[in-house]
Nanobody, 112 residues
Framework: QVQLVESGGGLVQPGGSLRLSCAAS????????MGWYRQVPGKERESVAT???????NYRDSVKGRFTISRDNARNTLYLQMNSLKPEDTAVYYC??????WGQGTQVTVSS
């Protein structure tokens, strides 16, 4: 089973940007969809963005136009570019290789 390790989280002011990376120990070839989820304490984990093997992307409404998901199969890495960040984006962000390989998460805090 592939191991996934997220990085790139941190503290950023509202309106700022971060790029999350998800490095896979094994291949993230085009046979599996991948995605980013997020979770805040006391709430269910929610989908943020997904990318299919064909490259089709899908975003939750609240991040459309601000976040961009991409994958680099040659580097076995998934990315999430997050711009115009808002305090409500604060959460632990997880990457997933569908159906059920999860990373350990990286904290994103948006605060002034």
């Amino acid at each position: 089973q592939v191991q996934l390790v997220e990085s790139g989280g941190g503290l950023v002011q509202p309106g700022g940007s971060l790029r999350l990376s998800c490095a896979a120990s094994g291949s993230i070839d085009n046979r599996n969809a991948m995605g980013w989820y997020r979770q805040v304490p006391g709430k269910e984990r929610e989908s943020v963005a997904t990318i299919t093997p064909s490259g089709r992307t899908n975003y939750r409404d609240s991040v459309k136009g601000r976040f961009t998901i991409s994958r680099d199969n040659a580097r076995n890495t998934l990315y999430l570019q997050m711009n115009s960040l808002k305090p409500e984006d604060t959460a632990v962000y997880y990457c997933i290789k569908f159906p059920n390989s999860w990373g350990q998460g990286t904290q994103v805090t948006v605060s002034s």
